[in-house]
């Protein structure tokens, strides 16, 4: 039987397995409608919405699914959701939501730990580091994520991670080393090794560093 006879849901999800952003859209609003979306969908539903450009969207449905999975005691994805939408609004300058979201992130797993989530917590903090102008504090938490990234199997986490340091690293002089770690994270994202958002946001880094470099 073809998925889109199924139902929007099937459809949806076999959309975005295949990267077709328009069609799991359009998808996925409409199983919304009709049902009640489970934290993996809203979370497919907001990367759709990251590809079709509609952020408030995304940021909607990311809050749900934070929701959805404290709600049902899933702590880790429900961290991991908040840490999400710390990154998305302080990329945005709203700082003090952005600092809110990751203190939900803090009270549902701490800072001390070495899960997946923990990792992009170090990260998100290492990042917020930098931009109150605490470089050596951001250094440290980056070192920090790249070791927690080691233990854990996750290979966005892992580039996320290598291409934070590797940009402080060309920040601070040491331009050899932070290119070294910037390509060593490409090298997943060219080998299909990564999801598509972070593919995009490493290719990003990778060609902003080059650019700033003139290399």
């Known amino acids: 039987m073809d998925v889109e006879s199924e139902g929007p849901l099937a459809g949806a999800r076999a959309a975005r397995e295949r990267h077709d952003w328009h069609d799991a859209f359009a998808s996925y609003r409409a199983a919304d409608l009709q049902e009640t979306l489970t934290g993996a ?8 919405a990251f590809f079709v450009a509609q952020p408030d969207v995304e940021l909607d449905t990311k809050e749900r699914a934070f929701a959805v999975y404290e709600r049902a005691g899933e702590v880790g994805r429900a961290a991991y959701m908040a840490i999400s939408l710390a990154r998305e609004y302080g990329y945005q300058g709203k700082g003090a939501i952005a600092g809110l979201w990751l203190r939900r992130a803090e009270r549902l797993i701490g ?15 290492s990042e917020m580091a ?15 994520a790249i070791d927690i990234s080691q233990g854990a199997p996750d290979a966005d986490l892992k580039a996320f991670a290598l291409s934070n340091l590797g ?13 070294a770690l910037m390509e ?15 593919t995009g946001i490493t290719a990003c880094r990778v060609i902003g560093a080059c650019r700033n470099l003139t290399d």
Do not use: C, W
């Open 167 to 179: 940009e402080l690293k060309i920040a601070s002089g040491d331009t050899q080393d932070g290119i």
């Open 130 to 144: 930098r931009a109150s102008g605490d470089f050596v504090g951001a250094l440290d938490l980056a070192t920090r």
């Open 41 to 48: 969908d809203l979370e497919g539903m907001a990367e759709a």
């Open 184 to 198: 060593e994270a490409s090298f997943a994202a060219v080998n299909g090794e990564l999801t598509p958002f972070t």
């Open 111 to 125: 800072r001390d730990g070495a899960t997946s989530e923990h990792g992009y917590l170090t990260i998100a903090l």
